[in-house]
């Protein structure tokens, strides 16, 4: 299937911890993002990274680190996990010149 | 900055009725993409419709349609004979085009439409 995929779906972890989330897309996109959803539902950019160059970084937490090896691929390295950090996050790809984004389904990421 | 407002936070509505979701943007750009998704309780961000500014018509994918208002920088999703499957957040956002670091989808801040039996 053609998609994005993000491992693992659900996260919980306790506080001060380190964790990973990956993403894959095989759809030939150009561009990934790393976006955050608070527990208002409210999506927001974190990271945005163009044939492996990162191109958006808002304003996130150094404890934060995208790191992309190929442009099919961004990954979400998180430091020193706080509890505030629980969210759901999504990554998703698009192309360049076309418009929409897709979007993986999400990583629940619960810290206690 | 580029700025997406859903002024619904609720809605409901009857299945097989109408329903119409509001949306207002803000930028000085004369060329860009909006959108509406939809996300069930699933948690999976669906594409329902895009619209590109410099057309004219409104988008329309089967029970979904728009009516973009350009000057009034307005963005309203309208869906026909709901279905209980309809019920799910649905998220208005903008995009302008090209690369760099306006390259990204603003979201609002969603409107939750729960479609009753």
């Known amino acids: 299937d053609t998609a994005v995929s993000q491992t693992p779906k659900y996260l919980v972890t306790q506080m001060g911890n380190d964790k990973s989330i990956k993403c894959e897309q095989n759809?030939?996109?150009?561009?990934m993002y790393w976006y955050k959803q608070d527990s208002k539902k409210f999506l927001k950019i974190m990271f945005s990274y163009n044939n492996k160059e990162l191109i958006i970084n808002e304003t996130v937490p150094n404890r934060f680190s995208p790191k992309s090896p190929d442009k099919a691929h961004l990954n979400l390295h998180i430091n020193s996990l706080e509890l505030g950090d629980s969210a759901v996050y999504f990554c998703a790809s698009s192309q360049t010149r076309d418009g929409s984004y897709t979007f993986g389904s999400g990583t629940r990421l619960t810290v206690v | 900055a580029q700025t997406v407002t859903q002024s619904q936070p609720e809605m409901s509505v009857q299945e097989a009725e109408t329903v119409t979701l509001s949306c207002t943007y803000d930028t000085s750009e004369n060329n860009y993409y909006l959108f509406w998704y939809k996300q069930p309780p699933s948690r999976q961000m669906i594409l329902v419709i895009r619209q590109e500014a410099y057309k004219q018509q409104n988008a329309t994918e089967n029970r979904f349609s728009v009516n973009f208002q350009k000057a009034a920088k307005s963005f309203s999703l309208k869906i026909s004979d709901s279905q209980l499957g309809d019920t799910a957040m649905y998220f208005c956002a903008f995009r302008t085009p090209g690369g760099g670091s306006n390259y990204k989808l603003t979201f609002g801040k969603g409107t939750l439409l729960t479609v009753n039996p």
């Open positions: 759809l030939g996109h150009d561009t």
